[in-house]
Structures are given as structure tokens and as C-alpha cells.
């Protein structure tokens, strides 16, 4: 597919600054170039790096066909699962929240969120999660 050009005006994301494993809302709002035919969104978690990336797929949003102009993705997750991954590997490398608009083969934009992961006094872990855009 051709290149499209995606401007990205905002991104929220909730819930921030709680627990890891918590639901995750994502929601995102761009404009579109031109139309965009068979278009979804994947969102996965990446922490660590080389022989010790985890990519750990949060999940995708239906298929739909995305008109010029103003558009919004909305995405959630009932939790992201960490489960397997050491907890000193999620403390100590950033993690990314990536969402991948993707379209037919290819892929349109992918929007990188950088997440830091710290250990609580209860030994929970917690998340934040940063807007790019702020």
C-alpha cells in the first residue's frame, strides 16, 4: 500500500500510574490523508530487548475503512499480562505500548508509548505510561 500521511492530534490513555496488569483503555485520534480501505489497529507490549524481548500482544480493533480527514481509534484491553516475565526485566528496561494502524499487507504509522515499570512497597508492580504527544 502507498504511504498515507497520519497526523496524530491526541492520545489518552487509561487507567495511568496503577497497578501493571489493570485494564487498558487507548484512545487515539488522527487525520487521515486520504481513505484508508481495511484498516485495524494492534496493540502489543514490548519490555526488554534482544534475546530477552517479550512482545506480548494486547489485542486488535475490527476491521473498518477510515475516512480522510478527522478519525479516532478506541482500543481496550481487560489487562496486560505479564505473566512469564521476570519482574526485574519490567523494572529495569522502559517498556512500549505500540499501536500499529495496518492496512491490507502493510503498516500505516505504529505509535511507540513509552512505559516504565516500578515495584511498590507490597511488591505490586505499577505502570506509567507517557503521552508522546505531551
Not at 15 to 39: G, V
Not at 77 to 95: E, F, Q
Request: hydrophobic share 40%; glycine share 6%.
Amino acid at each position: 500500500m502507498a504511504q498515507v500521511k497520519i497526523d496524530v492530534t491526541k492520545i489518552s490513555v487509561e487507567p495511568n500510574m496503577c497497578p501493571l496488569e489493570s485494564e487498558i483503555k487507548l484512545c487515539i485520534d488522527f487525520n487521515a490523508e486520504e481513505k484508508i480501505a481495511d484498516s485495524w489497529w494492534d496493540v502489543v507490549y514490548v519490555v526488554g530487548q534482544g534475546a530477552k524481548c517479550h512482545v506480548i500482544p494486547l489485542g486488535s480493533t475490527e476491521r473498518t475503512h477510515l475516512s480522510s480527514g478527522a478519525n479516532q481509534a478506541l482500543f481496550s484491553a481487560p489487562s496486560i499480562s505479564v505473566k512469564g516475565v521476570k519482574a526485574s526485566l519490567l523494572c529495569n528496561s522502559p517498556g512500549l505500548i505500540k499501536a500499529i494502524l495496518k492496512s491490507g499487507d502493510g503498516e500505516v504509522i505504529e505509535i511507540s508509548l513509552v512505559t516504565m515499570v516500578s515495584k511498590c512497597p507490597d511488591g505490586t508492580l505499577s505502570r506509567n505510561i507517557m503521552n508522546p504527544l505531551e
